[in-house]
Structure formats: structure tokens, C-alpha cells
């Protein structure tokens, strides 16, 4: 059955537990030397209307390692949306590739894609959510745990943003009160959403057991975190909004020295990436022996090999020796007889 990850609430805390420790599986694989080629002779689709680093290298590199091939396409190369409908884009992708990945601000193209595709569409990021983001920091969380913690246990502090434009404070604010743990968002006056937005979260909550909050009092916040998370101050393409942003953040809602230090000692540092050091972060804390930027943005590669691996193996056609003797054997003697 084909599966589209859309967002990854649509997965069970099962799925999501089982998408983590094929993660770590393929990580351990590939770093002695040994992954195994689960995807061979299949191709992902790359849609990439937005400017990207992390995802553009990570899903490529994990077609490859797996056996695979990733497709780049760039909006402008291909006719998604332009002189070919989405359908029937979705259509043609469909009969062309195993899987197509698309990173754009338009989330109605992204759902209209899923609608129409016959192989699974992921969400490399839209608007509202980034749920491959999302998997691969639980692959990065799980990795480092406090000690006599699971998932379920933790505590995550969101410094940034609350409104709809958060796209990754969104999505580990559904998944993680779903696992049973705790988020809280710490924010300036003014930069929540409205309060329907989150209905997500109530119904995470009801789900998994764990909280949710939004203050406004980041020492507060990060009093019993187990890991202190920051997203951009502001946004590619609104420079615009560089000023004012600049004035409501900082210094307050900085992941500085001092903050820090307000922290558990064992409270660790994220960040989705790219970042502007010396903004949202000092450079103490990104270079912090405690911080797990750079883990996390290798884990985008593993991560995304365990998501390809669990939404594509399933799919792949598997001959038997034989048949596939039977074929080459066939093919072989036509080529001999007429060319």
C-alpha cells in the first residue's frame, strides 16, 4: 500500500518508534562500511522550490547509499504548475519514479500531488510543517538522552516563534505531547498564533499524555529542560521584518551563556539550521560541547535513509532468481537474433 508522509502525525507512536530504530539500523551500517543496497534500482523525484542545503544533499546521498538514484528537479525545469496541471504532473511522476520528495511554500501542491500520485509523496517542507526535520531530530533526541530517560520522558524548550509560520517548532509540538513528553514554547508577546491553531496539540495531548505550553519567561522555561531549541529570528525572502524581530527577540530570547546556565546541566542545544550565529544563538553555545547542530544535521541523511527505506521497501518489485534468469535469458537472445 502506498504511503504518503505528509506529516508525521499521521503515523503511529509505533510507526514513529520503528522509522527511528531503522534510522539508527542504517546509520550503523553505513558507518562500518556495510548498508545494505534496500533500494536498489529505484529513483526519488527531488521537487525543490525553496533554496535548500541540508535537505537537497541529505535525500540525494540517501538514494545513493541505499542503492538508489535521486532526481533533482527545479521548478522552471519541470512543468509543475505552469503548462502541466499538478494532476497530471502527480500522474506522469507516477509512472516515472518510486517516490517523489517536494520542499515548497505552496502546501496546496503538496497536497495536491499526494491526492493524485500513486507513489508516496514526502513533505521535504512546506509552509505548516517540516515533518523530516521533525523525524530526524527524535533520531537525534534519541541518540542523546539524559540518563534514565526515554522519549516519552523529556523535556523540549522551544525558543522562537509560536505562530504558523514555525514550521518545525509546529510539528515536534504535535508529535512529542503524542510520545508522552513535554514542549514548551518560549516566546515575545505577540508571537503565538491563534488559539485554533493548536488544536492539534489538545488532541496530541489526549492521545499521549504529555503537556504543552506557550511563556513568555524564557529563564522559566528552560528551568527543567532537557533540550533548549531555536529556529531562525527571521525568515529568507522577509528581511523586512529583520528590524523588528531583531528588537522583539534579543537579548531576552537569546540561547546565550547566561540562559543556558539557567538550564539543567545536562540540557542540550538544537537548532534546525541555517543559523545566524550571534542572533537566535551565540557562538559559545553552536560550538557548545553540548550542542547537537551537527548532529542533527547528519542525522537529516540518516534519518531520511530510514523514512525512504520504511515507505519504499515495501513497494519494491522482488523477482526471484530465477524469473530474473528467465528474463536476461530472454532478452539476451533477442539482442543475439536481431541486432
Same mark, same amino acid.
Given at each position: 500500500m502506498v504511503r504518503h508522509f505528509l506529516d508525521l502525525m499521521d503515523f503511529s507512536n509505533e510507526e514513529v518508534y520503528k522509522m527511528i530504530d531503522l534510522s539508527r539500523k542504517l546509520k550503523r551500517a553505513d558507518k562500518l562500511g556495510a548498508c545494505p543496497k534496500i533500494l536498489e534500482d529505484m529513483s526519488l523525484g527531488m521537487i525543490f522550490a525553496e533554496s535548500s542545503t541540508r535537505t537537497r544533499i541529505s535525500f540525494e546521498v540517501a538514494m545513493t547509499k541505499l542503492g538508489g538514484h535521486g532526481l533533482y528537479l527545479r521548478p522552471g525545469e519541470i512543468h509543475l504548475g505552469k503548462s502541466e496541471t499538478v494532476k497530471d504532473t502527480a500522474l506522469v511522476m507516477s509512472r516515472l519514479l518510486d517516490a517523489v520528495e517536494i520542499r515548497t511554500c505552496e502546501d496546496e501542491d503538496i497536497a495536491e500531488?499526494?491526492?493524485h500520485a500513486d507513489v508516496p509523496i514526502i513533505n521535504g517542507m512546506g509552509t505548516y510543517l517540516h515533518p523530516v526535520q521533525c523525524l530526524c531530530d527524535l533520531v537525534t533526541m534519541s541518540e542523546h538522552l539524559p540518563e534514565g530517560k526515554e522519549l516519552s520522558d523529556i523535556t523540549l524548550t522551544f525558543i522562537g516563534d509560536a505562530t504558523i509560520y514555525e514550521n518545525v517548532g509546529t510539528a515536534l509540538s504535535h508529535i512529542?505531547?503524542?510520545?508522552?513528553?513535554?514542549?514548551?514554547?518560549?516566546?515575545?508577546?505577540?508571537?503565538?498564533?491563534?488559539?485554533?491553531?493548536?488544536?492539534?496539540?489538545?488532541?496530541?495531548? *489526549?492521545?499521549?499524555?504529555?503537556?504543552?505550553?506557550?511563556?513568555?519567561?524564557?529563564?522559566?522555561?528552560?528551568?527543567?529542560?532537557?533540550?533548549?531549541?531555536?529556529s531562525v529570528m527571521w525568515y529568507e525572502g522577509f528581511d523586512s521584518d529583520r528590524e523588528k524581530r531583531?528588537?522583539?527577540?534579543?537579548?531576552?530570547?537569546?540561547?546565550? *551563556?547566561?540562559?543556558?546556565?539557567?538550564?539543567?546541566?545536562?540540557?542540550?542545544?538544537?537548532?534546525?539550521?541555517?543559523?545566524?550565529?550571534?542572533?537566535?544563538?551565540?557562538?559559545?553555545?553552536?560550538?557548545?560541547?553540548?550542542?547537537?547542530?551537527?548532529?542533527?544535521?547528519?542525522?537529516?541523511?540518516?534519518?531520511?535513509?530510514?523514512?525512504?527505506?520504511?515507505?519504499? *521497501?515495501?513497494?519494491?518489485?522482488?523477482?526471484?532468481?530465477?524469473?530474473?534468469?528467465?528474463?536476461?535469458?530472454?532478452?539476451?537472445?533477442?539482442?543475439?537474433?536481431?541486432?
Open positions: 500531488l499526494a491526492e512529542l505531547p503524542r510520545l508522552g513528553a513535554n514542549f514548551i514554547y518560549a516566546v515575545p508577546e505577540g508571537y503565538e498564533a491563534e488559539e485554533s491553531f493548536y488544536a492539534p496539540v489538545q488532541k496530541a495531548i *489526549e492521545e499521549g499524555g504529555g503537556t504543552f505550553s506557550i511563556m513568555h519567561d524564557p529563564v522559566e522555561a528552560v528551568k527543567n529542560a532537557d533540550y533548549i531549541y531555536s531583531t528588537k522583539d527577540f534579543l537579548p531576552k530570547y537569546q540561547i546565550n *551563556e547566561e540562559l543556558a546556565a539557567q538550564a539543567p546541566d545536562h540540557a542540550m542545544f538544537m537548532h534546525y539550521l541555517p543559523a545566524q550565529r550571534g542572533y537566535e544563538m551565540t557562538d559559545a553555545i553552536m560550538d557548545h560541547e553540548r550542542s547537537l547542530l551537527w548532529d542533527q544535521a547528519e542525522n537529516r541523511l540518516y534519518g531520511e535513509m530510514g523514512l525512504l527505506v520504511y515507505l519504499l *521497501e515495501p513497494l519494491k518489485k522482488k523477482a526471484s532468481a530465477e524469473v530474473k534468469a528467465q528474463e536476461t535469458a530472454r532478452i539476451e537472445t533477442w539482442i543475439a537474433e536481431n541486432m
